[in-house]
């Protein structure tokens, strides 16, 4: 869990670097491209061990609250941040899990919640909540080939652009293949508050250095000022 943890935080902030200031070089987000299955992998792991899921709840949603404007300063989007996303597919396994044994009632809210993310304005829509579901439901040596067709898919859907998202395929086959390696950093003692405050410690940085540099950015997040 540590070096999941260690590679989310390390390659999201090389993805968010690379979108602010190298854009022009796809390296940044190739690498970057990682990030969202880690995080992904890591909710899938937290829902799973965690004693208190009301809690876990209440703490990922209190993250993706406080990340949404230093999200919306430093990227110029509007649209709710990753981890807020993630909220949503962490909510999504409770509830699949309280339904467990209605099978109707448990695909209608899996669709409702790929649905939700997807045709609201939520950091990577649909793409997050199936990612999730694999990690939670698939077999291990099923997880490559479904992230694989996953990402496949979501091409022609997504457009031309997200033909990057397609090096994401390699943070699972880290989890798959590598297993050894994914828990070489456990015995490390990472404070938690390091993990909880990253996300929005990061954000707010890249805003103050960047957004806050030109009050035009802040003209393209709210149009009307």
């Known amino acids: 869990m540590k070096t999941i943890q260690f590679l989310a935080m390390l390659t999201m902030l090389i993805d968010h670097i690379g979108l602010v200031w190298f854009s022009e070089n796809e390296i940044w987000r190739i690498i970057g491209r990682l990030a969202l299955p880690f995080y992904a992998y890591a909710i899938v792991l937290g829902y799973c061990r965690t004693r208190d899921i009301n809690r876990y709840l209440k703490r990922v ?32 396994l409770y509830l699949l899990d309280r339904w467990n044994g209605k099978l109707v009632i448990q695909i209608i809210a899996a669709v409702g919640a790929a649905l939700l993310v997807e045709v609201s304005p939520f950091s990577y829509g649909a793409y997050a909540v199936l990612l999730v579901l694999i990690y939670r439901y698939a077999s291990v040596q099923w997880l490559t080939l479904f992230h694989f067709l996953l990402n496949v898919v979501s091409i022609p859907v997504k457009g031309s652009g997200w033909i990057l998202q397609s090096f994401s395929l390699f943070a699972t086959l880290l989890i798959v293949y590598a297993p050894n390696f994914m828990r070489s950093a456990d015995k490390i003692r990472i404070p938690r508050i390091i993990w909880r405050s990253f996300y929005p410690l990061h954000l707010t940085v890249i805003a103050i250095i960047y957004a806050g540099t030109s009050n035009e950015s802040f003209k393209q997040i709210i149009p009307f000022i």
């Open 61 to 92: 949603g209190w993250i993706a609250l406080i990340s949404q404007l230093p999200y919306q300063f430093a990227f110029y989007r509007l649209e709710v941040n990753t981890v807020g996303t993630l909220f949503v597919c962490l909510l999504l």
